[in-house]
């Protein structure tokens, strides 16, 4: 073994040192995506899933005739959630229909990489003169799923 220094770069994330803390963020790798995807070029949008958006496995849109990009997105999306807890809502909804596709589904997933693309340089900041202190929430939301009526929890 040796020592190669301070970690700046590792499996796709950034990491920033300064005497402030620790700065963590995925804009390289996220980038790599929205290129991978042909949206370097499209507009941005103020959140990652319209508001009262219901997702259901067989209805809304035609079936996907080629799933292995949204399933492939859908993936990189899951890594993302590392840094940014503000959009694993909306990676959990679209996560759910792997097994049946619908454009819809495809069309939630581009408004995700949208949004991501307007927020592409936030990231995770630890303090350096903050306490060490773990605080874990939940939420629960009883039958709230419309498709099998199963119970349905946050962190």
Do not use: C
């Amino acid at each position: 073994m040796k020592d190669l220094g301070h970690l700046s770069y590792f499996l796709g994330l950034e990491i920033t040192r300064s005497t402030d803390g620790l700065y963590i963020t995925q804009a390289k790798y996220a980038f790599d995506l929205l290129s991978r995807a042909g949206l370097t070029d499209s507009k941005t949008v103020d959140i990652p899933v319209e508001l009262n958006a219901h997702l259901t496995p067989l209805r809304g849109g035609k079936p996907l005739s080629n799933p292995s990009l949204y399933k492939r997105l859908v993936d990189i999306l899951v890594y993302l959630i590392i840094t940014r807890l503000d959009i694993s809502y909306a990676v959990h909804q679209v996560s759910q229909y792997l097994s049946a596709l619908r454009s819809t589904h495809y069309a939630i997933v581009l408004r995700i990489l949208q949004y991501w693309k307007g927020t592409l340089f936030h990231g995770l900041f630890y303090s350096a003169q903050s306490p060490l202190v773990f605080r874990a929430f939940s939420d629960a939301d009883w039958a709230g799923d419309p498709t099998d009526r199963r119970s349905t929890t946050g962190y």
